[in-house]
């Protein structure tokens, strides 16, 4: 018999065919196929504790996210390896933020008032969290002559970076950067990390922006903050979870220093979409053909529920 592998999606044909050696259920299978499939590709969000407990065989978990923080990780049997898709969409989502940071330091989103636009050329960035993303985030910012100080445990390009500091030294950095860009992913050792001390230390212009998860940051802490210090402004296209979902109705959007998009950095759709499932059926196909594969996460960071 061969591997099985259920998805809880569609695979384009690219993917398939990486994949073409095994078997793949798509959507839908019975509790006796679910039971003998080793692998389970998933959109986090949308893989039930159910449908993890009824694959008894399951060996490998490979997110078709770059993020598995919506897993529910109690249902996991021991011996599980979860594998996030960590840099299929890496210059996406830089690309987004990015777009974020020069509008929001132009002032783009700010209606019916004249506002002076800041200026980025030679000024301080600061990306917390220097993975794939924060990596080409910063890349990018060489056009325009920036210093680039990142904030992470590990450096996906530590070349890009003109200093490096541990997670520890985060207000300490956030004092000397014009601009800041967070893509850390959502653990139990990030969740909360901008809390109003960390918000306190950063400068009057500063601007921040957030491609990684909305419960990085705390709302509370940052509704003070922002209606506090009205020449800050913060942008988004990641928000805070109420019951598990994701709401994107929340009161910032009441102040003028508060913008963003709706959870669409990713953009998965044509090209994008393609090759992050290719990405993720070829880790698949690693995994199975070698015991090993990329973007392996650590369990003991996620706690059940986050």
Known sequence: MRTGIFVNDSLPQEAKEVLGSYDVFERQADDSSLSECRVLMAWPARASRDLIVRMRSLRMLQSLAAGVDALDFSALQPGVRVFSNAGAYTETVAEHAWGLLLGAAKGVHIRNSRVAPRALRGKVLLVVGCGGIGSEVARLSRSLGMKTVGVSRSFRDPAQFDEKRGLGELREAMGSADAVVVALP????????????????????????????????????????????????????????????????????????????????GAPLGESNVKGYVRAAANVRRFLETGEADNEVDLSEYASGQ
Do not use: C, M, Q
């Open 186 to 265: 959502l653990t139990s050792l990030t969740r909360g990390v901008f809390d109003g001390e960390v918000l306190s230390n950063a400068k009057e212009s500063v601007v921040i922006v957030n491609v990684g998860r909305g419960a990085l940051v705390d709302e509370a802490s940052l509704l003070s903050w922002l209606e506090a210090r009205l020449e800050s402004r913060y942008v988004t296209d990641v928000f805070w979870k109420k019951d598990g979902k994701e709401v994107f109705d929340v009161r910032a959007w009441d102040l003028p220093n508060f913008a963003g998009t709706l959870h669409v950095a």
